[in-house]
């Protein structure tokens, strides 16, 4: 996982040139960077509690949240000249980039040390903008595929009205031990989270790989936060057990979308031939860089189109916001459940090629973090 950085200026061309800078460095694999030109914006971020490593903002905008700053995070002040605000580590705003960037490394060092098992964890998204493409059928073939693979793979289903007693073994849906509970335990005991996981993760026979039940009481995951969603990724990841966690998101595009999108290293984005999934599509992206800006626009290059239930013959001929990495065949269904897509020879070929190609297996690289 990446660390959150966040940057708080009020100049927008100079954020735009470090963000630029960042997005083409080596850093772009250290950092999610989440930056704020006003200060109003950046105090209401940082009420919202959402997971920070590491701040860097100059002194007015650090005055403005001087209430709300939240301890234990490593933060510097970008100033003009040193001894400016020495109540913080003081990085020269204007110098030369790699610079400032190794001094924001260097105080950022102590969240690097916290974070090493997240590190080593890979999260691929799977979603699209319409109900019905096949999504959840991707989701459990990714996972298959790579724990044949040799990764250790945890499977997190976070849509809204979650299904997975139709495909999980006859009882293995079933319990009082699920998101719901995991939820109280990152609330009231952070400590015992790994511990809890250990005792209630379930494990499929057939997928070989772990996974949790859904929520027990349905208004928990409808009253779910951006801050949740990213809290459980990063309570699976703590634990050091996997090496891939495979999320499968929803048709909706909100905070905890976006939330989970920025956690992920690969967001595979699904559609098929049909033109009004399409459509769909192209109005759910549009409103994604209306609403979110920047922090959407960052996420285009971890961002895979793939076209189920196609051989790519009409897509070909077709544009919705990037070309498709992968085509899919439609899958030849035989058998009930996860047996179902493991018994199509075709789509779990189509699926393989789809891995490989998300995980750079064969330059031996870990998936791009864009």
């Not at 990764?151 to 319990?175: C, I, K, P, S």
């Not at 891939?244 to 929803?250: A, G, R, S, Y």
Request: aromatic share 8%; proline share 5%; hydrophobic share 45%.
């Amino acid at each position: 996982m990446r660390q959150q950085l966040v940057i708080a200026v009020k100049e927008q061309d100079y954020v735009k040139r470090l963000a630029d800078y960042v997005r083409d460095s080596p850093f772009s694999e250290q950092w999610q960077l989440t930056i704020f030109t006003h200060a109003e914006a950046f105090v209401q971020f940082l009420k919202s509690g959402y997971p920070v490593h590491g701040i860097a903002a100059q002194p007015y905008m650090l005055e403005a949240a001087a209430g709300v700053l939240p301890e234990g995070v490593p933060i510097g002040a970008l100033v003009m000249a040193p001894g400016q605000f020495p109540a913080y580590c003081e990085l020269l705003q204007y110098q030369a980039l790699p610079g400032l960037l190794q001094g924001m490394a260097s105080i950022m060092a102590p969240a690097v040390q916290g974070t090493d098992r997240e590190q080593t964890v890979q999260a691929i998204t799977v979603y699209s903008a319409s109900g019905g493409v096949g999504k959840t059928t991707l989701a459990r073939q990714l996972v298959h595929t790579a724990a044949n693979n040799g990764q250790r793979v945890f499977y997190v289903n976070l849509e809204r009205w979650n299904a997975m007693d139709t495909w999980l073994e006859r009882g293995a849906a079933h319990g009082d031990e699920g998101l719901s509970q995991l939820l109280y335990i990152l609330q009231t005991h952070p400590d015992k989270v790994g511990e809890w996981l250990g005792r209630h993760s379930k494990r499929h026979a057939l997928l070989r790989a772990d996974y949790i039940l859904p929520c027990s009481n349905a208004e928990d995951r409808m009253t779910l936060q951006a801050t949740d969603a990213d809290a459980i990724v990063r309570a699976v990841a703590a634990t050091g057990q996997y090496d891939l966690i495979v999320i499968d998101l929803d048709e909706g595009l909100d905070e905890l979308h976006l939330a989970v999108m920025e956690l992920s290293h690969q967001i595979i984005w699904l559609v098929t031939e049909d033109p009004a999934v399409q459509r769909k599509s192209q109005l759910a992206y549009q409103y994604g860089m209306q609403r979110f800006g920047e922090r959407f626009r960052l996420l285009k290059p971890r961002l895979q189109l793939v076209v189920n239930r196609s051989d790519g013959q009409l897509h070909a001929k077709r544009s919705i916001f990037k070309p498709a990495c992968a085509f899919l065949p439609d899958t030849a269904v035989m058998g009930k459940g996860a047996a179902a897509v493991l018994s199509s020879p075709p789509y779990m070929a189509a699926v393989e090629r789809l891995y490989r190609q998300l995980v750079k297996e064969e330059g031996g690289e870990p998936i791009a973090n864009g």
